[in-house]
């Protein structure tokens, strides 16, 4: 488990998840969620908080909603392509990755999702009066959730430069403060998954790096491939349309006995 996780053996007390902030690679979670749903759905349905900063908050209430990962993936690699028509990409004037996203959330959010998310969906976001990291657990409506994963997801200049606000507050990006969110107390396990190689319990499998680098309290290995992970985030060059992450989830089933 990864450091912030208490020692209580995996299996005695069902795991919350954590999916990182990863930008477009969230494809490689989504293809992670879409293995546990396919080999071993209890993970998902048993964790007691699913938890995720910027594109990894997609992730988990995709999880809590109980969409469907292929659904929001396939949502992602279309965007993506048509990103990739346009010369600066996710730059370009004529690119809205902000509209585009709260477009997706509207489609295919249930109405009921703040009551499937209320206690068990947990969004990290960026406070910007006081820096200060922020995880939104209780949601009174659809729209609330929505707002909340705007905030959670926001990275100024990138999707826009007047930030979105949640409750009278403006929040940015919450993988700024948290890429990989964690819950604290006691057996209070905490699955993290991550498509940059590093420290976390799925993720790439790698060779050792002799360098790592710690981003908003996750490590990394720094190498070349997570180079090119970190610029496919922003500037989704090579998303893959195969499930990405679902070998790296088999694998991590097997050796944990799931």
């Known amino acids: 488990m990864a450091p912030g996780v208490s020692s209580c053996h995996y299996g005695e007390v069902a795991p919350s998840i954590s999916f990182s902030g990863c930008g477009f690679m969230a494809t490689y979670q989504l293809g992670v969620a879409q293995c546990f749903l396919n080999y071993a759905p209890w993970i998902l349905r048993t964790a007691p908080s699913v938890l995720g900063a910027s594109a990894g908050s997609l992730v988990a209430v ?25 010369t600066l990409g996710p730059l370009n004037p004529s690119v809205n990755v902000f509209h585009w996203l709260e477009c997706v959330l509207r489609k295919h959010l249930p109405s009921d999702a703040h009551q ?68 604290s107390g006691t057996c209070s396990q905490t ?36 180079s090119f992970r970190v610029i496919n985030a922003l500037y989704p060059m090579a998303l893959k349309v195969r499930p990405f992450g679902y070998k790296d989830a088999i694998h991590f089933l097997l050796r944990n006995g799931g």
């Open 116 to 183: 499937l998310a209320s206690g068990r969906l947990s969004v990290a976001m960026t406070r910007l009066t006081d820096g200060k990291n922020t995880v939104m657990s209780e949601f009174q409506s659809k729209e609330d959730v929505v707002q909340a994963l705007l905030c959670s997801c926001f990275v100024p200049g990138y999707c826009g430069l007047q930030p979105p606000s949640y409750k009278g507050d403006y929040y940015v990006d919450g993988g700024f403060t948290s890429m990989q969110p964690v819950l």
């Open 62 to 86: 995709t999880v809590v909603c109980e969409m469907n990962p292929i659904t929001i993936r396939d949502e992602m690699l279309n965007f993506a392509k048509q990103v990739n028509a346009f």
């Open 191 to 226: 699955l993290t998954v991550s498509p940059f190689s590093g420290d976390t319990d799925i993720c790439p499998t790698e060779p050792l790096s002799r360098w790592e680098m710690v981003v908003s309290g996750a490590t990394l290995n720094m190498n070349m491939a997570n």
